[in-house]
């Protein structure tokens, strides 16, 4: 939608975009930078619950708080058993190959 609006109003609209996806990035740089790999919970909870109970927004939100809640307990209570290895790594070590399988279904396409 930013982009039509742009592409309508811009005619240089090669830099408008450029600069729009420069401030997207510095901005989820910030947000990682402050919060750690912990805010990979926030991507990977989401997709989870979606695939297990549809694309229905009702159901999908409030199940992600708890589903995100519950993973952040255990990936604490699994770095304190490891040693005292941080959170983040067990979050990545948790989500990393999920992500690889959802990289794999769009490379091959899937529906809800």
């Known amino acids: 939608m930013v982009q039509r609006v742009i592409i309508d109003t ?19 740089a910030a947000a990682v930078a402050i919060s750690g790999l912990i805010g990979f ?8 619950v979606r695939l297990l109970v ?25 770095a304190r058993l490891a040693g005292g290895i941080p959170v983040g790594v067990v979050t990545a070590i948790l989500g990393a190959p999920f992500f ?13």
């Open 10 to 28: 811009d005619p240089g609209q090669d830099d408008a975009v450029a600069i729009l996806l420069a401030l997207a990035s510095l901005v989820t």
């Open 41 to 48: 919970v926030g991507l990977v909870v989401p997709h989870v």
């Open 100 to 112: 690889l399988l959802i990289l794999r279904r769009a490379r091959t396409g899937y529906e809800l």
């Open 54 to 78: 549809g694309p229905s927004a009702r159901l999908v939100l409030p199940l992600s708080a708890i589903g995100g809640a519950a993973l952040l307990a255990y990936a604490d209570i699994i």
